[in-house]
């Protein structure tokens, strides 16, 4: 089966900083696209990062700048780290990967951005 689990979540105050990172099991990651989403209360799910197979990056363009994304296939984990966090970054960050015709998300690690 295959299973992601988000961490590194947390309180943090705007300018802040924080590393989220998601480890993979039950799939060869190297052949797989990661990303990372977030979702706050009342709004659609946003595509935050992504990162392909071959480490092509997109960010979207409220966090460019403050936000990178990199993956380490050695060991099945992709890490979001977050810069100069604002209160508009307060959500729900989720990790999601596809293959096989699936896609597969993880449970999501809260971030809360406050002074």
């Known amino acids: 089966q295959v299973h992601l689990v988000e961490s590194g979540g947390g309180p943090v105050q705007p300018g802040g900083s924080l590393r989220l990172s998601c480890t993979i099991s039950g799939l060869n990651l190297r052949i797989h696209p990661v990303a990372w989403y977030r979702r706050t209360p009342g709004k659609d799910r946003e595509l935050v990062a992504a990162i392909s197979s071959d480490g092509n990056i997109n960010l979207s363009d409220s966090v460019k700048g403050r936000f990178t994304i990199s993956r380490d296939n050695v060991r099945n984990t992709v890490s979001l780290q977050m810069k100069s966090l604002k209160l508009e970054d307060t959500a729900i960050y989720y990790c999601?990967?596809?293959?096989?015709?699936?896609?597969?998300w993880g449970r999501g690690t809260q971030v809360t951005v406050s002074s």
């Open positions: 999601n990967t596809q293959g096989r015709g699936q896609n597969w």
